[in-house]
């Protein structure tokens, strides 16, 4: 089976995702709003699509600032519809913009996003899913594995015998934490 440890390294645009951010743990609420994002607007298409317009999300959505995506109204919708440097799905946009205001919900009971994410953790991949239907838009058993993965809640972004695997093992991700807890315990 092939995996995007073997297909990514040295592509042109799936490299630096790959080496630099996927399975990184990450606490800036911009960055972790952006993956959410575009983990929901490559659902049903390929993961290339979404980083060859990433720039044009950035700009598109205000640099993922939460509270200036939050106060999106109706013309910005029709803006963004209009918008070819992003992919123009209207479910996929509404879903940003109410998630957006689900974040700023949830810094009122847990201060950040991060702790949020830190306070429910660990749980299952279905416990969490559970959760984020819950609380989000369009976030799906997929898009929700694979954001947790991505931002290192979920083991399996990168295979142990690839080098990155490495660098994000003395970041002590949360599921290598848990993963240490639980062996610790046991």
């Not at 990184?24 to 607007?41: A, C, G, N, Q």
């Not at 995506?69 to 963004?80: C, E, G, S, T």
Request: proline fraction near 4%; charge should be positive; glycine fraction near 4%.
């Amino acid at each position: 089976m092939t995996t995007y440890c073997d297909v990514a390294p040295d592509h042109p645009v799936h490299g630096p995702y790959h080496d630099k951010e996927y399975g990184f743990p990450i606490k800036d609420e911009s960055v972790l709003f952006e993956r959410l994002t575009l983990e929901i607007f490559q659902a049903g298409l390929s993961w290339l699509i979404v980083l060859k317009k990433r720039p044009g999300f950035k700009i598109a959505f205000e640099n993922f600032d939460v509270d200036q995506v939050a106060d999106f109204d109706d013309h910005d919708i029709a803006r963004l519809r209009e918008d070819s440097s992003i992919i123009r799905n209207r479910l996929k946009i509404e879903a940003t913009i109410y998630n957006a205001k689900a974040i700023q919900e949830i810094r009122r009971s847990h201060d950040s996003f991060a702790s949020w994410l830190a306070d429910h953790h660990p749980l299952t991949k279905n416990e969490w899913c559970k959760l984020f239907k819950k609380t989000f838009k369009f976030t799906g058993g997929e898009i929700v594995g694979e954001f947790l993965m991505s931002i290192g809640y979920l083991q399996g972004a990168h295979q142990e015998n690839c080098p990155i695997f490495k660098k994000i093992a003395a970041k002590k991700p949360a599921w290598m934490k848990a993963q240490a807890k639980t062996t610790k315990a046991a």
